[in-house]
Nanobody, 120 residues
Framework: QVQLVESGGGLVQPGGSLRLSCAAS????????MAWYRQAPGNQRELVAR???????DYADFVKGRFTISGDNGLNTVYLRMNSLKPEDAAVYYC??????????????WGQGTQVTVSS
């Protein structure tokens, strides 16, 4: 089994910053990619940023220049640094991993989500 656990969400004022973390654990053989998604009430879940083993990254247009995704330890831990936060960035942020676990092929795993609130 593989678990993804997010942390770092909270309340921040507009213009402020937060750093989210996602730790992957379990019988992991390899991690192809990790990503952050978000979902606001009434909206579909959307991709925010992704990092692939080897370090390549890509971002949704609405966060380019403000958010940075990074990873440690072979992507077992990934971070999302969020700067210049806007009220429309408020959402539940989910960690997503495309991971190969012992005895399994690559499959997608999701964390439980962490709430980010941007309000004055």
């Amino acid at each position: 089994q593989v678990q993804l656990v997010e942390s770092g969400g909270g309340l921040v004022q507009p213009g402020g910053s937060l750093r989210l973390s996602c730790a992957a654990s379990g019988n992991i053989l390899s991690i192809y990619s990790m990503a952050w998604y978000r979902q606001a009430p009434g909206n579909q879940r959307e991709l925010v940023a992704r990092i692939i083993s080897g370090g390549a990254t890509d971002y949704a247009d609405f966060v380019k220049g403000r958010f940075t995704i990074s990873g440690d330890n072979g992507l077992n831990t990934v971070y999302l640094r969020m700067n210049s936060l806007k009220p429309e960035d408020a959402a539940v942020y989910y960690c997503n991993g495309y991971i190969r676990a012992l005895g399994q092929s690559n499959i997608i795993y999701w964390g439980q989500g962490t709430q980010v609130t941007v309000s004055s």
